[in-house]
């Protein structure tokens, strides 16, 4: 929230000062909930280690000790409890008919006033109605979401009304890197395919 409000203020031509009870939230020694603890959510814990984070995670399927050793996270059982004790609540899910709604009204209440929701899954992961409610009774302090449902929202969407939130257009992997090497992984698919050769990134194992 105070990146983009920040910036606001830095280049506002009416800014005459910065003020100096303008403060944020710590994240170092602060609480990361990740929900979804494959590939990319471990990539998230290892990142989120670098800041001395206490990481919590939610999964279908428990990690092993060795992975959750290395990145120091504690595997949560039931997805309340990650709720009930993290700083920051970020979704990693795959977008499925068991994940859809994920966070709704509920779930929203049991996070703590003072957290933030994050999303870099799919926007119909949360119930963005419950989510526009949360934040404008102060359920949650805030919101950070790169997806949403539908993308773009539409322009009298009540979340774009909100200072507590921050969206972004779909951009987590929008780098020209990331892009190239996206598309040289899907010709190696495709030419694996054409060859009668394994697939390296086949979806659905056999």
């Known amino acids: 929230m105070y990146l983009h409000s920040g910036c606001q203020i830095a280049v506002s031509p009416d800014t005459k000062h910065f003020a100096v009870d303008w403060l944020g939230v710590e994240v170092t020694g602060a609480t990361l909930g990740i929900i979804g603890m494959g590939s990319i959510g471990y990539k998230v814990a290892q990142r989120a280690r670098a800041f001395n984070m206490r990481i919590l995670y939610h ?40 994940t859809h709604k994920l966070m709704g009204k509920k779930e929203l209440g049991l996070m703590k006033p003072t957290a933030t929701l994050i999303n870099i ?54 780098t020209v890197q990331a892009m190239r090497t996206m598309a040289e992984e899907a010709i190696t698919n495709m030419l694996a395919v054409l060859n009668n050769q394994p697939i390296p990134s086949q979806v659905f194992p056999k």
């Open 59 to 98: 999964n279908r399927n428990r990690r092993r000790k060795e992975e959750e050793e290395a990145v120091g996270a504690h595997y949560c059982e039931k997805m309340e409890d990650l709720l009930q004790q993290s700083d920051f609540v970020m979704l990693v899910v795959n977008l499925t008919p068991e």
């Open 121 to 174: 899954s799919r926007g119909a992961v949360i119930d963005q109605d419950a989510l526009v409610e949360a934040l404008q009774n102060k359920v949650i302090r805030a919101a950070a979401l790169d997806v949403t449902y539908p993308e773009p929202l539409p322009r009298d969407h009540p979340m774009l009304k909100l200072n507590n939130i921050i969206i972004t257009p779909h951009v987590g992997t929008a």
